[in-house]
């Protein structure tokens, strides 16, 4: 397989702490990368780097991990313009909320759809993003479920079953019907299109008896547990998720003492999602509670029509460094590893020998310009799969 070197990097962040300046981040200063076909073969100073076919001069710039984007709903039609404006503008607005998308979701066409997920994804790959996962949760029904989770399945293989998004309008009356849907007819017809099952745990949504329900059915059909967790308020789901294993609990806004240490001694991710605080006014999670306890942390977009409607992980990344008390590095290392982590990955969110070749070269000399620069489109180009992808900007 042909070889391709990339040198002259001013700052290589490795994510590997066994390299570099032996920090969390393994960071390598005037380095190297080395790509053989789509996996990373040789990293280090740019002077020691080996020969090979190809060379690739990033002039001084910073390289970094692609994003590992792990929280997003992308299959949906229409969006919520009106009452995000209202809430901004102060005013009392009932648009139905996730309601309103359910409705446009099942009205569209699957081509529609489909090539929704395919502009938001190109919009997010342009920002850095090389890794994300996506959820279904606006069909709620077993047919629009299904076809939710077929269109995802075409863009990336970290697909979620979220079929206990809210309880279906169609069930308001019923909401036990509902979760014996979920469990049964519906979960039969997503679980072949999913690796991952995932659950609202919230008042509102599902309480705590449902939810352990839902992940327990999902978790037979060989489907792992994600829980959207303590983001309106304190509850069950941080618990739920530590107890079944979960893979991450998802917001994690709300947190009890307890919720902390059940986190900091269990292998689940606690993924913070700023863009929803952003976009909602609501409390900020408070990262540095959780990274002091030693809880591992991601941090994600949480892409959605309603209360989070971006895919910059460069945004989440400065609101998490200015509101949420990480530190640049942190929040770094979270968008990448820690996201790598949420989705039990190790071969993407680092820059090491046999990691998958997923690579942002930042117009700037160092990863800080992330929070420094806020806004400012920093990514040069990006490298997936070890190859170029989004090409060097003009100028």
């Not at 307890?258 to 990262?287: K, M």
Request: with cysteine; aromatic share 6%; hydrophobic share 40%.
């Amino acid at each position: 397989m042909t070889t391709t070197a990339l040198t002259h990097i001013s700052a290589l962040v490795t994510n590997d702490p066994s390299l570099g300046d032996s920090s969390p981040l393994g960071l390598i200063q005037d380095a190297a990368v080395v790509i053989e076909g789509d996996r990373v073969v040789w990293t280090g100073e740019s002077s020691k780097a080996p020969a090979t076919d190809n060379a690739v001069d990033a002039g001084g710039r910073a390289v970094i991990p692609g994003f590992v984007d792990s929280h997003s709903h992308l299959v949906f039609a229409g969006d919520r313009t009106q009452e995000f404006n209202a809430r901004m503008s102060g005013r009392a607005y009932s648009a139905g909320g996730i309601r309103t998308t359910v409705a446009a979701t099942r009205a569209a066409t699957d081509d529609a759809l489909s090539a929704n997920v395919a502009r938001y994804l190109a919009e997010a790959l342009r920002q850095g993003t090389t890794t994300f996962e996506t959820k279904s949760g606006y069909g709620l029904t077993v047919e629009d479920e299904a076809r939710a989770l077929r269109i995802a399945a075409r863009h990336t293989d970290e697909v979620t079953f979220l079929g206990a998004h809210i309880v279906s309008p169609d069930y308001a009356d019923d909401p036990a019907g509902y979760v014996d849907l979920v469990t049964g007819p519906m979960l039969d017809a997503c679980a072949p299109y999913a690796r991952w099952i995932d659950v609202f745990c919230e008042k509102g949504a599902f309480d705590g008896d449902q939810a352990r329900a839902i992940l327990t059915a999902g978790r037979a059909k060989g489907l792992h547990p994600r829980v959207h967790a303590n983001q309106l308020g304190h509850g069950p789901g941080v618990q739920l998720a530590v107890e079944l294993d979960a893979a991450s609990a998802d917001h994690c806004t709300h947190l009890t003492d307890a919720d902390i240490d059940a986190l900091a001694g269990s292998e689940t991710v606690a993924t913070l999602l700023p863009g929803a605080e952003f976009s909602t006014r609501a409390a900020w999670p408070d990262a540095r509670r959780l990274l002091d306890a030693g809880a591992t942390v991601a941090l994600s977009t949480d892409c959605n029509p309603g209360s989070s409607f971006t895919s910059s992980v460069p945004f989440c990344i400065a609101l998490a460094v200015r509101d949420m008390g990480m530190t640049p590095d942190e929040a770094l290392w979270s968008a990448t590893a820690g996201g790598a982590a949420a989705l039990r990955r190790d071969d993407v969110g680092r820059i090491a020998v046999g990691a998958r070749a997923d690579l942002v070269v930042l117009d700037a000399p160092s990863h800080v310009h992330l929070a420094y620069r806020p806004g400012v489109p920093l990514v040069h180009e990006v490298w997936r799969r070890g190859e170029r992808v989004v090409m060097p900007r003009s100028g």
